[in-house]
């Protein structure tokens, strides 16, 4: 028997599989399809301190082994969240759920993660300082060290939750952002959120997407995932989650290798419903076929 | 919605690049007209969703419009040939307020749905009406089929080449109906939205992500909130529509 058990900042994780903020909404649509309580855990839609739309359609390109999505952060709010979403959650998850979070102030981010903070279901704060689909908030605060830090300070004085703050991958060097969140008392990092993309249609010779720029995601990205996380994950002494592409049992073993701690699997969800699933199925496969025994042991060993 | 691997029966051209593709395996989880399915397409990312012509409880049929990568690379599968399907997407046409006679308004490869909906309607004895719009007489399909049904079927073109010259909206005025359903382009859709006089249902499209409601990708606003096409729609409401 393998094991593919984790320990993600103290809370212990049946294997490693987290499907990403943004691919799994909050859990109902993956739950009419099979037991979500298989998973490690999974990370819910961000979500920010007022309701919003997001941008305007279409929001959704396809790209040569991946997409673009420039969705941007539509969520009921964190009240509703609160008040309606996780007790509907409760329902059919028992595990701890990843509460996404994202705001437009630093002010925004605390409040949101302070109502968050009295939800026993959520297990960990993961926050997003990396979306690059809204402007004035998101990735502003996650290309600048010192906003990433007054947001990790900001959030960690709210909530005695594990606190991951995700990062951005359009940055010049990752490495040092991981290092300010880490100095500013942030429990993990997570990474990487969407690069930042875009398709024309030649026929129209207009932007696919109406906010013409999106986020890149998909298995074109995970090399470039695999190397922040390996770099980060060697500069850091906090746990990583690794993300970006992550679409088999195999890549979810090489994430963990570069140092990943957890893995988190996106875009795959959306083309293939039961990816995760899957993946949680094939890990004890493709662990005996590289001789590994337990994953805990693998974490940063390449 | 179920993963399905369905078997290609036939796929064939039925006008110029609209194609008609039929589907055998397990389709029980379509069980309204006006739903759709996400077709897997070797070497593309996303799943390409496809609205559903006809359906049965093992076979399906769809009629789509070559209009890019995917749908070309759809074009070329062969019978025999598998298909990874999501199937049984969205949320359909509802019958409950069709009355005695309901109206069907399609335009282009908007047709297709309203096909299994006149069939449904039949079912119920209703007095089926359909409007069908093109562009110009090369470009119509599925006439014979409505009419074999017992429809009345009123056939506009935009250049006048047969039927009624002009938009669907030009033949609203020979028609008398209780409620009506319609499918097409968007401004289409909007026209027949101030043109017609009952209440209806409407069927949107959209670029999507998933296709069963996790991404967000397709959303919308109307009046009963924020709605995504794939799993709230396609079918809409004409009282719940904000343009």
């Given at each position: 028997m393998v094991n593919t058990k984790v320990t993600l900042c103290g809370v212990e994780l049946d294997n490693p599989v987290i499907p990403a903020?943004?691919?799994?909404?909050?859990g109902h649509e993956f739950a009419e399809l099979y037991d979500?309580?298989?998973?490690?855990a999974f990370s819910f839609k961000g979500t920010t301190r007022e309701e919003r739309f997001g941008n305007?359609?279409?929001?959704i390109a396809e790209c040569t082994a991946g997409m673009i999505n420039s969705?941007?952060?539509?969520?009921?709010g964190v009240e509703k969240v609160v008040n309606e979403e996780l007790p509907k959650l409760k329902k059919v998850y028992r595990k701890k759920v990843m509460a996404n979070v994202s705001g437009f102030s630093v002010e925004d981010y605390a409040y949101t993660c302070a109502k968050l903070d009295?939800?026993?279901?959520?297990g960990w704060i993961e926050v997003n300082v990396?979306?690059?689909?809204?402007?004035?908030?998101g990735m502003s605060f996650g290309t600048s060290e010192k906003a990433a830090a007054e947001v990790t300070r900001a959030v960690k004085k709210v909530t005695a939750k594990p606190v991951l703050i995700k990062l951005s991958?359009?940055?010049?060097d990752i490495v040092s952002i991981a290092k300010a969140c880490e100095d500013a008392g942030a429990d993990g990092v997570s990474l990487i959120n969407t690069l930042l993309g875009m398709r024309i249609d030649i026929k129209r010779?207009?932007?696919?997407i109406s906010n013409v720029l999106g986020g890149f995601s998909g298995p074109a990205v995970f090399p470039v995932a695999l190397g922040m996380v390996y770099r980060v994950a060697k500069a850091v002494k906090i746990p990583v989650v690794g993300m970006g592409g992550v679409s088999s049992a195999e890549d979810v073993i090489e994430m963990m290798l570069a140092g990943a701690t957890a893995v988190e699997v996106g875009a795959a969800n959306l083309v293939n419903p039961f990816a995760s699933s899957e993946i949680v199925d094939d890990l004890p496969r493709a662990m005996e076929k590289y001789g590994i025994n337990s994953l805990e042991n693998i974490i940063g060993r390449c | 919605m179920k993963r399905v691997y369905f078997e290609i029966t036939e796929n064939i051209?039925?006008?110029?690049s609209v194609y008609k593709i039929t589907l055998s395996g397990?389709?029980?989880?379509?069980?309204?007209?006006g739903q759709f399915v996400n077709v897997k397409i070797d070497g593309l990312y996303l799943r390409r969703p496809v609205s559903v012509c006809d359906f049965s409880r093992d076979a399906l049929t769809m009629i789509y419009k070559v209009v890019g990568k995917g749908t070309e690379k759809l074009s070329m599968k062969k019978p025999g040939e598998k298909l990874d399907v999501l199937s049984g997407l969205g949320n359909g046409y509802t019958l409950?307020?069709?009355?005695?006679r309901p109206l069907l308004i399609g335009g282009g490869v908007g047709v297709p749905p309203l096909y299994g909906l006149a069939k449904e309607l039949k079912k119920l004895g209703a007095e089926v009406s359909v409007i069908l719009g093109f562009?110009?007489?090369?470009?119509?399909?599925y006439r014979e089929e409505f009419e074999k049904l017992g429809a009345k079927v009123l056939v506009t073109t935009a250049d006048g080449s047969?039927?009624?010259?002009?938009?669907v909206t030009d033949a609203l005025g020979q028609t008398d109906y209780t409620y009506f359903y319609a499918c097409g382009p968007e401004p289409m859709l909007k026209a027949v939205y101030k043109n017609t006089v009952t209440d209806g249902q409407f069927s949107f499209e959209e670029r999507m992500?998933?296709?069963?409601?996790?991404?967000?990708?397709?959303s919308c606003k109307t009046v009963t909130g924020y709605k995504r096409i794939c799993k709230d729609g396609p079918v809409l409401e004409k009282g719940e529509i904000l343009w």
């Open positions: 903020s943004g691919t799994f909404g909050y979500i309580n298989k998973l490690g305007p359609t279409p929001r969705v941007g952060l539509q969520n009921p009295g939800c026993e279901q959520v990396s979306c690059p689909n809204v402007h004035g908030g991958p359009n940055v010049t010779r207009k932007p696919v | 051209p039925i006008a110029p397990d389709a029980s989880d379509i069980t309204r007209a409950d307020n069709a009355g005695k562009n110009t007489k090369s470009g119509i399909f047969y039927g009624i010259k002009g938009f992500g998933c296709g069963f409601g996790a991404c967000m990708g397709c």
